[in-house]
């Protein structure tokens, strides 16, 4: 179920209780809880609804600025569709954020090595783990499908490998490609693997920076800005002098920042950077 960045926001705060969509059948179940960039987002209800049935109230939980916008919406796309009520809360932080930035001791690091070993054990493709891991390492913030070539996979296996290894902390998701997390560097160096850059640093923790498109994306970490607390250290007028950095990409890193309660440094209606800890996806 996708959701616009102002619409996560909103559910986060409490403003919007409700979203509607047109399906040929219900796509979500009460209880299921959706990762999304501002934390996870639980289903309450899910409910089969006439459109002639709708009122203001449905549009004003839903964030719709009236009844006639929410309709309107509703018949933009596949009207012959049945429309589907879902009930929407916010259910706290992402527990992977943690995750990935806790260092684990030498038992759990036994754990993860124990579990990566059996994955590979389990693989026709055979091991893959600690190349996959290594290969981020190297090449952070490169795109999925030149990584899968460099190590003859098809991109959708090398993605579905990569989400097994993101489940237990070990990477995180960027805009383009990965990063490998402070959880994934320590099961590295216990193991002993040579690191592509012995001396990179590990990864700042952070809220990754949202989808902006590969220009803007390459802008921001070319320049050292690698997640939103960086963002908010700088000006807007620093962010859009950027090359690469268009209208695109300045209203989803505004939309992101809202949601995680950060601004630009040059906004006096917004909080400052340091001590924020929202999380994201």
Same mark, same amino acid.
């Given at each position: 179920m996708q959701m616009r960045p102002a619409e996560l926001a909103a559910i986060r705060a409490g403003e919007v209780e409700v979203a509607f969509r047109r399906w040929e059948r219900p796509r979500v179940r009460v209880g299921t809880r959706m990762r999304t960039a501002v934390g996870l987002i639980e289903v309450t209800s899910v409910d089969r609804v006439a459109v002639s049935s709708l009122s203001a109230a449905d549009a004003r939980r839903a964030g719709a600025v009236s009844l006639a916008a929410l309709r309107q919406g509703l018949d933009r796309l596949h009207p012959d569709r049945p429309v589907y009520r879902i009930g929407l809360r916010y259910a706290g932080v992402d527990p992977r954020h943690a995750l990935r930035e806790s260092v684990p001791d030498a038992a759990e690091i036994d754990e993860i090595v124990a579990w990566l070993d059996r994955l590979d054990r389990a693989s026709p493709a055979g091991p893959w783990t600690r190349a996959t891991l290594l290969l981020i390492d190297e090449l952070p913030a490169t795109r999925a499908p030149d990584l899968a070539q460099r190590l003859g996979r098809d991109t959708p296996a090398f993605k579905q490998n *990569? +989400?097994?290894?993101? =489940?237990? !902390?070990?990477? =995180?998701?960027?805009?383009? $490609?990965? &990063?490998?997390? #402070? &959880? !994934? /560097? #320590? *099961?590295?160096?216990? =193991? !002993? %693997? &040579?690191?592509? *850059?012995?001396? &990179?640093p590990v990864p700042v923790p952070g809220i990754p920076l949202p989808h902006l498109g590969a220009a803007a994306t390459r802008a921001l970490t070319s320049h050292g800005v690698a997640s939103l607390e960086q963002v908010a250290e700088l000006s807007e007028a =620093? @962010?859009? #002098?950027? %090359? $690469? @950095? !268009?209208?695109? /990409?300045?209203? %989803?890193? +505004? /939309?992101a920042m809202g949601a995680a309660g950060l601004t630009f440094r040059d906004d006096p209606g917004g909080s400052p950077a340091a001590g924020s800890t929202t999380e994201m996806s």
């Open positions: *990569v +989400r097994k290894l993101k =489940e237990r !902390g070990l990477t =995180e998701s960027l805009d383009i $490609g990965y &990063r490998l997390s #402070a &959880r !994934g /560097a #320590a *099961v590295l160096d216990q =193991e !002993g %693997h &040579r690191r592509p *850059v012995p001396d &990179r =620093e @962010v859009q #002098a950027l %090359h $690469g @950095v !268009g209208p695109y /990409a300045l209203r %989803h890193l +505004r /939309a």
